[in-house]
């Protein structure tokens, strides 16, 4: 088994690698004067089982073409299985047609993954799960719960907390949580009229003398986030943490987070985070990569990987 790190998240990569004990193989990913982006892999990967852990995050493009040239570095040279490990899989919000004359860019980055070379992916925390189906290749979407249900019973009397869904789409995933730690569930319904802006209309359930934690994939503006920790309060709510897997958190989403109400935003190390980030006095970050090594332990020796959520 080899592991090979692109360059958007090399502190996650270099503790998976600690936790398999199997070193980053070397690699070189270094960009001509153009910005054009080249690849060297400075290692024999002949008949190898190789994983390439790579988060399509900011600056997204760059980080998928890094992508798309490792994939094809390894399979011009011969590896015997390419794993594309995606910490954080970016365009998964364009994952329909919400309006007319748009793209569907999650099922086209697909389709670049597979015909690049890679044999299979492993992913994290799929904006809407069926985008497993975009790939034509093997997919593993893994969840984050486990880690975040471990935070919270360390932290939190569960018997007093309330899980809440910042939507109605991400109730799925807030009900899974709130099953793994036996709390009720509460919804909040909001209203998006564009893009990094949404209205708190309702909270479905009772906040009152609650801890809430907010459970979502993705915090990137932390205007919804921000929103519905202000209307849980104002019900009556003791306090209000947010855990999200993906940290996007752009433009000027970190001083929103830390002039709001929340008491805490935990997210995970999925994406790389900034220092801007790092110095935020109520942002917490919480490592996958425990998580991300024992899928790829599990994948390299072909047993199930399902089994870690049951």
């Given at each position: 088994?080899?592991i090979v790190?692109?360059?958007?998240?090399?502190?996650?990569?270099e503790?998976?690698?600690?936790?398999?004990?199997?070193?980053?193989?070397?690699?070189?990913?270094?960009?001509f004067?153009?910005?054009?982006?080249?690849?060297?892999?400075?290692?024999?990967v002949?008949?190898?089982?190789?994983?390439?852990?790579?988060?399509?995050?900011?600056?997204?493009?760059?980080?998928?073409?890094?992508?798309l040239?490792?994939?094809?570095?390894?399979r011009?040279s011969?590896?015997?299985?390419?794993?594309?490990?995606?910490?954080?899989f970016?365009?998964?919000?364009?994952?329909?047609?919400?309006?007319?004359?748009?793209?569907i860019?999650?099922?086209?980055?697909?389709?670049?993954?597979?015909?690049?070379?890679?044999?299979r992916?492993?992913?994290l925390?799929?904006?809407?799960?069926?985008?497993?189906?975009f790939?034509?290749?093997?997919?593993?979407?893994?969840?984050?719960?486990?880690?975040?249900?471990?935070?919270?019973?360390?932290?939190?009397?569960?018997?007093?907390?309330?899980?809440?869904?910042?939507?109605?789409?991400?109730?799925?995933?807030?009900?899974?949580?709130a099953?793994?730690?036996?709390?009720?569930?509460?919804?909040?319904d909001?209203?998006?009229?564009?893009?990094?802006?949404s209205?708190?209309?309702?909270?479905?359930?009772?906040?009152?003398?609650?801890?809430?934690?907010?459970?979502?994939?993705?915090?990137?503006?932390?205007?919804?986030?921000?929103?519905?920790?202000?209307?849980?309060?104002?019900?009556?709510?003791?306090?209000?943490?947010a855990?999200?897997?993906h940290?996007?958190?752009?433009?000027?989403?970190?001083a929103?987070?830390?002039?709001s109400k929340?008491?805490?935003?935990v997210?995970?190390?999925?994406?790389?985070?900034?220092?801007?980030?790092l110095?935020?006095?109520?942002?917490?970050?919480?490592?996958?990569?425990p998580?991300?090594?024992?899928?790829v332990?599990?994948?390299?020796?072909?047993?199930?990987?399902?089994?870690?959520?049951?």
């Amino acid at each position: 088994m080899k592991i090979v790190a692109g360059n958007s998240n090399r502190a996650l990569a270099e503790e998976v690698s600690k936790y398999l004990d199997a070193p980053l193989a070397k690699c070189s990913v270094r960009r001509f004067a153009d910005q054009e982006i080249f690849v060297e892999i400075q290692e024999n990967v002949r008949g190898e089982d190789v994983f390439i852990l790579q988060s399509t995050s900011f600056p997204a493009n760059d980080h998928l073409m890094e992508l798309l040239i490792i994939i094809d570095a390894l399979r011009r040279s011969s590896a015997k299985r390419i794993t594309a490990v995606l910490p954080y899989f970016g365009y998964a919000r364009q994952d329909r047609r919400a309006t007319g004359r748009t793209p569907i860019s999650a099922k086209l980055v697909a389709n670049l993954i597979a015909h690049a070379g890679a044999h299979r992916v492993l992913t994290l925390d799929l904006h809407a799960g069926q985008i497993q189906g975009f790939f034509d290749i093997p997919t593993d979407n893994l969840f984050a719960a486990p880690v975040m249900t471990r935070d919270i019973k360390e932290r939190y009397t569960t018997g007093n907390v309330l899980v809440v869904s910042p939507d109605v789409g991400g109730v799925v995933r807030a009900r899974a949580l709130a099953k793994r730690i036996d709390a009720p569930l509460a919804i909040v319904d909001k209203r998006r009229d564009k893009p990094g802006e949404s209205e708190v209309m309702n909270i479905i359930g009772d906040p009152v003398g609650r801890d809430c934690i907010l459970v979502d994939d993705i915090v990137d503006s932390g205007g919804t986030l921000c929103n519905a920790a202000e209307a849980l309060l104002d019900k009556g709510a003791n306090s209000v943490t947010a855990y999200i897997t993906h940290g996007v958190l752009s433009g000027g989403a970190v001083a929103r987070v830390t002039s709001s109400k929340l008491k805490e935003l935990v997210i995970t190390n999925s994406i790389e985070p900034t220092a801007a980030v790092l110095a935020a006095p109520n942002i917490r970050t919480i490592s996958i990569a425990p998580l991300i090594g024992e899928a790829v332990s599990r994948t390299a020796l072909e047993q199930s990987v399902s089994s870690l959520f049951n």
